[in-house]
Nanobody, 118 residues
Framework: QVQLVESGGGLVQAGESLRLSCAAS????????MGWYYQAPGKQRELVAA?????TTSYADSVKGRFTISRDKNTVYLQMNTLKPEDTAVYYC??????????????WGQGTQVTVSS
């Protein structure tokens, strides 16, 4: 069994910062990549940022220069600076995991709300 547990969401004003964390635990042999997605009300879930096991990162154009993804073993972080009201969404952690039973699967966290007021 594998779990992704997120933390760090909240309510902030425009221009402020938040840091999200997501810890993966359970029957994990290795994690190929981890990432963050967001989903605003009435919209599809979209990729915000991702990081591979080798440290290669990618970002949505809308967050480049403001958000930074990083990873420490089985925990991924999203540092969000200069937040804007349009960043308001539920943020989900995602991981591509090879389990100890040699099954590779994709996992999601439960989601954490980020609300940015103007």
């Amino acid at each position: 069994q594998v779990q992704l547990v997120e933390s760090g969401g909240g309510l902030v004003q425009a221009g402020e910062s938040l840091r999200l964390s997501c810890a993966a635990s359970g029957s994990i042999f290795s994690i190929r990549s981890m990432g963050w997605y967001y989903q605003a009300p009435g919209k599809q879930r979209e990729l915000v940022a991702a990081i591979t096991s080798g440290g290669t990162t990618s970002y949505a154009d809308s967050v480049k220069g403001r958000f930074t993804i990083s990873r420490d073993k089985n925990t991924v972080y999203l540092q969000m600076n200069t937040l804007k009201p349009e960043d308001t969404a539920v943020y989900y952690c995602n991981a591509d995991i090879l389990r100890t039973d040699w099954v590779r699967a994709n996992y999601w966290g439960q989601g954490t709300q980020v609300t940015v007021s103007s």
